[in-house]
């Protein structure tokens, strides 16, 4: 890190940055900390990053600070700039800023290949943003992503646990996943009222079927949808219910929480079979 630059409160009461709870605001100051996460996203060598939400810089620096080729930051609050331009002229040519939603951005066309993506996300915006991620996962060699903990566990979850539902089906059918790091309130500025958590994603080398993954979530949401009701019930929104759990092999008296992974892949593919869809 350049000694020329000021401190990361500094920089905050420099340019007006108190946190907006509107934006889902929290910054990580500790430089250890967010040195700890870039080390999760290694190696960094010739990779290019995208980083979402870097408000004042924290973890914006430790990732100048790493081996990376390039990192693009992604920033809705024109309030944050002034700040960024202060890391990209102290780093010359390694660092992008691009004001905007990073829910409108396309990775492929703002970066090129090999991709990491590495970011404390918003609070409001995180699930979605992982969504659309999933989506488009073999453009990244991985993900590692801060989040309240609780959608952290919903993540990483297992069959017939408390927070196993549709985030862990469709993170898992894509990635492998894993909890990295948990983080009290008291890392943050201002401190949430929770605990946050760094999950790494490392997508799986196949590039499944786009349909089959629409067909996934279909499945899962009308599964997890009424997750106390046995499938017979819960799918029948799907149509032809009794069909798709037939051919999947699955016990209709069954509950969504009880499903593994695979035997979701099961019911999409059967669904989307039924659906009139190609066979993936």
């Known amino acids: 890190m350049s000694a020329a630059l000021p401190s990361l409160a500094e920089t905050i009461q420099k340019h007006g940055l108190a946190a907006r709870k509107a934006l889902g605001q929290h910054f990580l100051l500790d430089a250890t900390l967010c040195g700890r996460i870039a ?16 408000g004042p810089g924290g973890l914006t620096r430790a990732l100048l600070a790493s081996p990376a080729e390039h990192v693009t930051a992604v920033e809705l609050d024109r309030r944050a700039l002034g700040a960024l331009e202060e890391l990209s002229a102290a780093y010359p040519g390694k660092l992008t800023i691009v004001e905007g939603d990073a829910l409108r951005i396309d990775a492929e ?17 995180g699930t979605p943003l992982l969504i ?34 549709r985030l862990a089906v469709l993170s898992q059918w894509r990635c492998q996943c894993r909890m990295m790091l948990r983080l009290p309130p008291g890392a943050f500025s201002p401190p949430p009222k929770v605990w946050s958590a760094v999950v790494h994603l490392v997508p799986h080398a196949e590039d499944p079927d786009p349909a089959l993954m629409k067909s996934l979530e ?9 997750r106390r009701k046995m499938l ?20 209709g008296t069954r509950r969504a929480e009880t499903l593994s992974v695979a035997e979701f892949e099961r019911l999409a593919v059967n669904e989307l079979k039924k659906a009139g869809g190609p066979a993936p």
């Not at 080390?39 to 870097?54: F, N, T, Y």
């Not at 066309?109 to 409001?124: E, F, K, S």
């Not at 017979?232 to 016990?251: H, M, P, V």
Request: charged letters at 20%; a negative charge; hydrophobic letters at 45%.
């Open 218 to 226: 279909k499945v899962t949401a009308a599964a997890f949808g009424q």
């Open 39 to 54: 080390s999760i996203a290694a190696p960094l060598e010739g990779r290019q990053v995208l980083e979402i939400g870097p």
């Open 109 to 125: 066309t703002l970066l090129p290949a090999p991709r990491r993506i590495v970011a404390n996300l918003p609070y409001n915006v």
């Open 132 to 165: 659309g991620w999933l989506h488009q996962a073999a453009l990244f060699e991985s993900m590692t992503l801060m989040f309240q903990q609780e959608v952290a566990e919903r993540i990483v979850a297992a069959p017939d646990t408390e927070h196993y539902g």
């Open 232 to 251: 017979r019930s819960s799918l029948k929104t799907l149509g032809n219910a009794e069909a798709i759990l037939k051919d999947a092999d699955i016990d």
